[in-house]
């Protein structure tokens, strides 16, 4: 059973403020995920490809859209394959932190005062462990790759979204709606599948959708200080530091490039998840919930 309540209309221009946010964000996202989806078809050149004899070509060079590196390799090539991974390990790993938070918080917030104590202590805990530091660790442990950015992803938001959705577990827990199923004998398992879940779930999303646009700047960052994904597999951090080691020598685009499109992505995934957030807050919808 979900509450369900009579919600006023947005007014005009905050619909069509949120409405152009929310399109604006989706169109982005929605062609850098596509173009990476299907980047064997778009790409231009093998990105693992070198060219010593084409290397720093400039952007609208013959053949080379975006130009070459220091190694020759089409930079076109290099940036739709490196979002398959930058936006794979992103996203997924962000999607399976918020749903391990989130069973956390439900279960803690249908829990006893001892045990929800216990896991909220434990969550403080995490709190405590710089990630970059967790990150290196970890690449000590397991060498560096790809499995450090997840696990160090996972490691960064678990503890963020059992927080936030434990807070919003245990409001909802104090509706009349709970009550209600409560006194007609709903079990512990049914409010929370039933009852709390539903309500929350577009919470959850508008802040996953957030952090997701953390999440693909710190990708980068850890593939950039050469402790996430290496070489060759393309990526954009990658090629964000290999192009900061020729800025000086006056090929900025080699660096400029990758590095604007991980802002733009990083600022599409902000403004979803803002948007989001603007359609869903009580006071627009005008339920009070």
Do not use: C
């Amino acid at each position: 059973m979900v509450l369900a309540l009579p919600r006023a209309s947005i007014s005009g221009p905050t619909r069509r403020r949120h409405s152009a946010q929310l399109v604006a964000a989706g169109v982005l996202i929605g062609v850098v995920v596509l173009v990476s989806l299907f980047a064997p078809l778009l790409a231009p050149y093998d990105p693992l490809a070198t060219d010593p004899s084409a290397k720093f070509l400039p952007p609208g060079s013959s053949g080379h859209l975006l130009g070459t590196d220091d190694l020759g390799r089409d930079l076109l090539s290099r940036l739709l394959w490196g979002g398959r991974t930058s936006l794979l390990l992103a996203v997924l790993s962000v999607a399976g932190a918020t749903v391990a938070g989130s069973v956390a918080a439900l279960l803690a917030g249908f829990a006893g005062p001892r045990i929800s104590g216990v896991v909220m202590r434990l969550v403080d805990m995490l709190f405590a462990f710089p990630v970059i530091l967790v990150a290196v660790a970890l690449a000590a442990v397991l060498s560096p790759g790809a499995p450090v950015v997840v696990v160090a992803i996972v490691f960064y938001v678990v503890p963020y979204v059992t927080r936030v959705v434990f807070t919003e577990v245990k409001q909802h827990t104090r509706r009349e709606y709970v009550e209600a199923a409560t006194a007609l004998g709903a079990t512990r398992w049914a409010l929370m599948v039933r009852e709390v879940l539903p309500n929350v779930t577009g919470q959850i999303v508008v802040y996953a959708t957030g952090l997701v646009a953390t999440m693909v700047v710190f990708s980068a960052s850890l593939s950039a200080v050469g402790i996430g994904v290496q070489p060759p597999t393309p990526d954009w951090g990658q090629m964000i530091a290999s192009g900061a080691k020729v800025v000086l020598s006056g090929h900025m685009y080699v660096a400029l490039i990758p590095g604007l499109t991980v802002v733009l992505v990083a600022l599409a995934f902000n403004w979803l998840g803002d948007g989001l957030h603007d359609l869903a807050s009580p006071r627009n919808r005008g339920d009070g919930r």
